[in-house]
């Protein structure tokens, strides 16, 4: 078994597979909170209706939102919605189109608990990402939907909660489900993401995996090497010398949604090369033996965003103190020299 700084590597047989939007308004969220146990999400909030997408027969089915989140989607999918699915060699790029149902209409259809409204607000934030502000007279917990991403979070004592979130698309939707029922929609207009490389890679509980990062062929643990416990700074992406990861909902609850973020500042970059990207899964208590799930979304080009789906059998607890490196859910960006 081969070793890298004292860690034993293994290279997994893992499944794969394209994930496929099922609409812009729920974002995914209906596979993911499938595919990764629906303990995280609201019981029993009213979301948005969205029509199901047809899908390949080469693809396996998704389960559908009447499924996860308790309505029964229309029949077909209205014009407005604008979503295309597009076979990528990374994994099924989905478009999201440009004549999206207008957020009037949505907001519309969501009906929050009788004394428990919740005010969401969304504005552009440095670093391509959405500053959201979250108000919630009951407080709690809930789960932010964004492109398919998902992560659980928790207001304060005063039922507040504010927090930076990376976006996925320039004209970036945020859905917030609150435990109990109580949803509501953000916008936020993030023009300079085309500035930006971006990928996410996320779960449902505290199991140890991450998102790594190897900037310009950095050794593991090496200047470049970026990681949960070797994050970055804001600092060296605003003067273009290396990237930062970010992690979402790791604090919110038992079983949260986690979901890490990494970013790299293409546009003004000092360095030119390969970043490639893998995921990393430690084998300890909480993982060996046991099939474990997690998923892979890139911002492409064009503002194009691919997602990938990995289910697989974490080997056995002998193999404890190992790790898993799996880079196959991610394809390598290239960047070139800023100016």
Known sequence: MPKLNGKKIIMPAATFLAAISIGFAVQNADA????FGNDGGAAGSVAPQVPELAIPDSIAPLPSAADVLGFEPAAEAPAEFG???????????????????????????????????ITVTAESGPMATAILTVEA???????????????SFATDAAGKAQMAVPALA?????????????SAVAVADVPDLAQYDRAVLQWQGKSDIH?????????????GHVWAEAPGSIDA????????????????SVSPFIAEIYTYPKGNS????????????????????????????????G?????????????????????????????????ALAG
Not at 90 to 104: F, H, I, R, V
Not at 137 to 151: L, R
Not at 170 to 182: D, H, L, R, S, W
Request: glycine share 16%; hydrophobic share 45%; aromatic share 4%.
């Open 32 to 35: 993911l909170a499938a595919k």
């Open 83 to 117: 979503a295309t699915a597009q076979l990528a060699s990374a994994g099924m790029d989905y478009g999201l189109g440009s004549n999206l149902t207008p957020m009037g209409d949505l907001q519309g259809q969501i009906a929050p608990l009788e004394g428990c409204d």
């Open 137 to 151: 007279p009951c407080g709690g917990a809930g789960v932010i939907h964004h492109q398919g991403m998902m992560f």
């Open 170 to 182: 320039e004209k970036a939707v945020f859905i917030v489900e609150m435990n109990g029922g109580v």
């Open 211 to 223: 998102l790594h990062a190897s900037e310009f062929g950095a050794r593991n643990g090496a200047q």
């Open 237 to 252: 992406v605003e003067a273009g010398t290396g990237g930062q990861i970010m992690v979402l909902g790791a604090n919110a």
């Open 270 to 301: 000092l360095q030119a090369g390969e970043i490639t990207l893998s995921a990393e899964i430690g084998i300890d208590e909480a993982t060996c033996g046991r099939d474990i799930a997690a998923q892979s979304i890139q911002v492409g080009a």
């Open 303 to 335: 503002g194009a965003l691919s997602a990938v789906d990995l289910t697989m059998t974490v080997p056995g607890c002998d193999a404890m103190g190992s790790y898993l490196i799996v880079p196959a859910m991610f394809t390598p960006y290239q960047v």
